[in-house]
T-cell receptor
Framework: DTAVSQTPKYLVTQMGNDKSIKCEQN?????MYWYKQDSKKFLKIMFS???????INETVPNRFSPKSPDKAHLNLHINSLELGDSAVYFC??????????????FGPGTRLTVL | QQQVKQSPQSLIVQKGGISIINCAYE??????FPWYQQFPGKGPALLIA?????SEKKEGRFTISFNKSAKQFSLHIMDSQPGDSATYFC??????????????FGIGTKLQVIP
C-alpha cells in the first residue's frame, strides 16, 4: 500500500537513449513533483503539477518532459540521455492546499545510471 | 547559488549524545522551514517543521531552534540513537507566483550515531 510509488527502481541505459520514469500516488493529492538528487545528495526541484497543470518549472533542459495524464500520475520522460543525467529521481506529492504547511510525501526514488 | 546553507555535511555522534545540525538562509520571503530525514535507499520524509514566527518547536527528541534576525535555524536531536543514523535535510519554502509552495533543500547532513 505504498502511498507514492515509482517505477522502475533502477534504470541503467546508454547515452543518447530515451527513457521514462513513472510515478503514481494513491493519497488523493492534487499536487505532484519531480526532484533530482545528485551524487552529492543535493535535492533539487525540477517540476510540479497541480491537477495536471504545470505550476513549477525550474531551469531544466528541455530534454526532460513531465506528463500528467491525471492527478494521480506524473511521469518523467527524458530524451537523448547524457552522462550528467545520472542521479536519483524522486517523485513526491502533496495535498496542494497552497499553504506553507503543505507536506510533501516522497516516493522511494529511481536510480538512473547513464553509461 | 545555494539559498539554504547547511552544515556540517557529516556528523558522528555517540549514542546518547546531542546531534546538532545548522542551517542558514538569505531570502526573508521564506515562510516555512521543514526538516526531512532520509534513510539509505528511501525517499526523504518530513520530520519536523517550524514557522518563522516561532522560536522553538519540540517533538519528542527532536527540537528546531529558529533565529529570525540571524536567518538561522537548527535541528537538535537529544539522546541520539543508532536508529537516527540517516541524512537530514533542512529546507525552506516560499510561495511562487501561482500561489504554490516551492521547497528549497539544504545540501544534507549525514548523521552516524555510534553505539
Amino acid at each position: 500500500d505504498t502511498a507514492v510509488s515509482q517505477t522502475p527502481k533502477y534504470l541503467v541505459t546508454q547515452m543518447g537513449n530515451d527513457k521514462s520514469i513513472k510515478c503514481e500516488q494513491n493519497l488523493g493529492h492534487d499536487t505532484m513533483y519531480w526532484y533530482k538528487q545528485d551524487s552529492k545528495k543535493f535535492l533539487k526541484i525540477m517540476f510540479s503539477y497541480n491537477n495536471k497543470e504545470l505550476i513549477i518549472n525550474e531551469t531544466v533542459p528541455n530534454r526532460f518532459s513531465p506528463k500528467s495524464p491525471d492527478k494521480a500520475h506524473l511521469n518523467l520522460h527524458i530524451n537523448s540521455l547524457e552522462l550528467g543525467d545520472s542521479a536519483v529521481y524522486f517523485c513526491a506529492s502533496s495535498m496542494g492546499s497552497g499553504g506553507p504547511t503543505d507536506t510533501q510525501y516522497f516516493g522511494p526514488g529511481t536510480r538512473l545510471t547513464v553509461l | 547559488q545555494q539559498q539554504v546553507k547547511q552544515s556540517p555535511q557529516s556528523l558522528i555522534v555517540q549514542k546518547g549524545g546531542i546531534s546538532i545540525i545548522n542551517c542558514a538562509y538569505e531570502n526573508t520571503a521564506f515562510d516555512y522551514f521543514p526538516w526531512y530525514q532520509q534513510f539509505p535507499g528511501k525517499g526523504p520524509a518530513l520530520l519536523i517543521a517550524i514557522r518563522p514566527d516561532v522560536s522553538e518547536k519540540k517533538e519528542g527528541r527532536f527540537t528546531i531552534s529558529f533565529n529570525k534576525s540571524a536567518k538561522q535555524f537548527s535541528l537538535h536531536i537529544m539522546d541520539s540513537q543508532p536508529g537516527d543514523s540517516a541524512t537530514y535535510f533542512c529546507a525552506a519554502s516560499i510561495e511562487n507566483s501561482g500561489g504554490y509552495q516551492k521547497v528549497t533543500f539544504g545540501i544534507g547532513t549525514k548523521l552516524q550515531v555510534i553505539p
